[in-house]
C-alpha cells in the first residue's frame, strides 16, 4: 500500500464523499436490492438506498458509532461504519432520542415493509453475535474503481487493528450475503459462525476472535 494513501477518521464534513462512495459501492449489494430496488436501474431505489446511507452516518455519530475512510490525496476510496462496545445504554438512549429526529426523513423513503425487512435483519443478526463484548462491523466498501487494488484489505486490517489494541473488546463480528465474502473474510481468520434466511436472502455471520493470526 502507497504511503499516497492514509486511513482517517471521518467527520461530518465527510458526509457528500461518504454517500458517493458507500452508494456506488452498495449499488449491487443483495440486502440493499432485497430492501430498495436496483439502484442502476431505478432512479427511486438509488434516492432510497441514499437516505438510507445518510441515516447511517448520521446515526454513527449520535451513538458513538466510528466512520473511518480511506484517502488518496483528497479523495476518498473506501470507508468503513463500526459499533464499538464501548457505548453505554444511557448513550443509547440519549442516542436514540435524537436519532428519532433524523429517523422520520427516512420513512419517506423507505417503505413499511422494507423498515421491517430490515429491523428482523438487525434483530436475527445481532442474536447470532457472541455475547462477549466485541467490535461489530456495520458496513465496509470500496469504490468500483478501487477495487482490487488493496483497499479493501487495507481498510479491514485497521478494523482487525483497532480491536486487536483494545483490551475490552474480544473480536470483530459482522454479517454478509454474498457468499464470495464468506472465503475473503475467512483469509483474514473470520469464521462461520452462523448461517441464516431472511425470506430469501441467505445471511452469513462471522467473526474474528481475537488471538486468531490473520
Not at 452498495?26 to 445518510?54: C, T, V, Y
Not at 448461517?195 to 452469513?204: K, N, S, T, W
Request: aromatic letters at 10%; charged letters at 20%.
Amino acid at each position: 500500500m502507497s504511503h499516497a494513501y492514509h486511513v482517517v477518521r471521518l467527520t461530518k464534513s465527510d458526509k457528500a464523499s461518504f454517500l458517493s462512495v458507500m452508494g456506488s459501492a452498495f449499488a449491487e449489494d443483495p440486502l440493499f436490492i432485497h430492501l430498495f430496488g436496483d439502484p442502476k436501474l431505478d432512479n427511486r431505489a438509488n434516492k432510497n438506498m441514499q437516505a438510507f446511507l445518510s441515516f447511517i452516518f448520521d446515526k454513527s455519530f449520535l451513538l458513538n458509532e466510528e466512520i473511518w475512510g480511506i484517502y488518496k490525496k483528497e479523495s476518498l476510496l473506501g470507508a468503513y461504519v463500526i459499533e464499538t462496545p464501548h457505548t453505554s445504554k444511557l448513550q443509547q438512549i440519549y442516542g436514540g432520542l435524537l436519532l428519532f429526529g433524523r429517523l422520520l426523513p427516512l420513512l419517506t423513503h423507505i417503505s413499511r415493509k422494507s423498515l421491517g425487512q430490515l429491523n428482523a435483519y438487525m434483530r436475527v443478526t445481532r442474536t447470532a453475535a457472541p455475547a462477549l463484548p466485541h467490535h461489530y462491523l456495520i458496513m465496509i466498501g470500496v469504490k468500483p474503481d478501487a477495487q482490487g487494488t488493496g483497499i479493501g484489505k487495507a481498510l479491514l486490517l485497521h478494523v482487525l487493528e483497532t480491536a486487536l489494541a483494545d483490551d475490552y473488546s474480544h473480536g470483530v463480528a459482522l454479517d454478509t450475503e454474498n457468499i464470495d465474502n464468506v472465503n475473503l473474510y475467512r483469509r483474514f481468520a473470520f469464521t462461520l459462525s452462523r448461517e441464516l434466511q431472511i425470506g430469501h436472502l441467505p445471511v452469513y455471520c462471522m467473526f474474528y476472535q481475537k488471538g486468531q493470526r490473520t
